[in-house]
Nanobody
């Protein structure tokens, strides 16, 4: 079993930055070779993919965040980060990490809330 815990969210002003982290625990050997993604869900909207990264470091981004967000793996291979810059109110959402391209239903954590507001 794998547990994913997201952290780093909070209230940030428009134009500000925030760094999110995701830590995997449990049977992490099973998840390390799998591409990971950061997803988000805004109120009243469907969950969407924000960014993804393969075990080899290949990244991809949603058009809405391209050039502003950067996904990376931490020094500890069971961690994944999302550096967010130039934040906009429309980036307000709960952010989650999970496997990519198919999220594992058993891996959804509580997410971390990011609110962009002045």
């Amino acid at each position: 079993q794998v547990q994913l815990v997201e952290s780093g969210g909070g209230l940030v002003q428009p134009g500000g930055s925030r760094r999110l982290s995701c830590i995997a625990s449990g049977s992490i050997a099973s998840i390390l070779p799998i591409p990971m993604g950061w997803y988000r869900q805004a109120p009243g909207k469907q969950r969407e993919l924000v960014a993804s990264i393969t075990s080899g470091g290949y990244t991809n981004y949603a058009d809405s965040v391209k050039g502003r967000f950067t996904i990376s793996r931490g020094y500890a291979k069971n961690t994944w980060n999302l550096q967010m810059t130039s934040l906009k109110p429309e980036d307000t959402a709960v952010y989650y990490c999970n496997t990519f391209p198919t999220p594992n239903a058993d891996y959804w954590g509580q997410g971390t809330q990011v609110t962009v507001s002045s």
